[in-house]
């Protein structure tokens, strides 16, 4: 079995689409583990809501091509258009960050996201859940790249907060 990664966000109905995330992912994966949510304001483009942001880690024997086909299918499933630009308001947003050790292109999919050392809303989460876990391609655990990552430039320009959230009647993330 395989540790997976994965990035959701969200800024329409957030806290709706977030759940319905998790319920997905729990209901099919072994092992589920969530990090914090995140409140982050739009990268990329103007118009738009602040999105809720987490990262999610789970085991599966699938592979990389039926994961990402689930993750589209769950997309679309919550209300997410194929033809919505790319920098636009979104339902939901489910992205394969790692699967595994894999690094470079595995059936279509470029492992792991380069997002993950470029967007505070997709590093935070992953530092604080894996925080000993390192990056498949050059090995530096994620709590070291978020302390970089936390110190440069582009951190200042993509601020975020923990916000309260409650999953399954447990609350999962707290605003501090």
């Known amino acids: 079995m395989a540790l997976v990664t994965v990035s959701i966000g969200s800024n329409i109905q957030r806290d709706h689409h977030v759940r319905a995330c998790l319920d997905a992912l729990a209901e099919h994966f072994t092992a589920l583990r969530i990090s914090r949510v995140f409140e982050s304001e739009p990268v990329g483009f103007e118009d738009g809501r602040n999105f809720y942001n987490l990262v999610a880690a789970f085991e599966t024997e699938l592979g990389v091509g039926e994961l990402q086909r689930w993750c589209k299918t769950l997309e679309y499933a919550n209300g997410r258009r194929q033809d919505s630009p790319k920098f636009s308001p979104r339902t939901l947003d489910i992205d394969l960050l790692t699967v595994g ?13 380069d997002e993950i ?25 994620y709590t070291t790249l978020w302390a970089r990552f936390a110190e440069s430039e582009p951190a200042r320009r993509q601020p975020l907060w923990p916000v309260d959230f409650c999953w399954r009647g447990t609350p999962i993330s707290r605003a501090r």
Do not use: I, S, T, Y
Request: with cysteine.
């Open 117 to 141: 050392d470029k967007h505070a809303f997709v590093l935070r989460p992953l530092a604080e859940l894996l925080p000993d876990h390192r990056h498949p391609c050059n090995g530096q655990r």
């Open 101 to 113: 050790d894999a690094c470079g292109v595995v059936d279509g999919v470029a492992l792991p996201r």
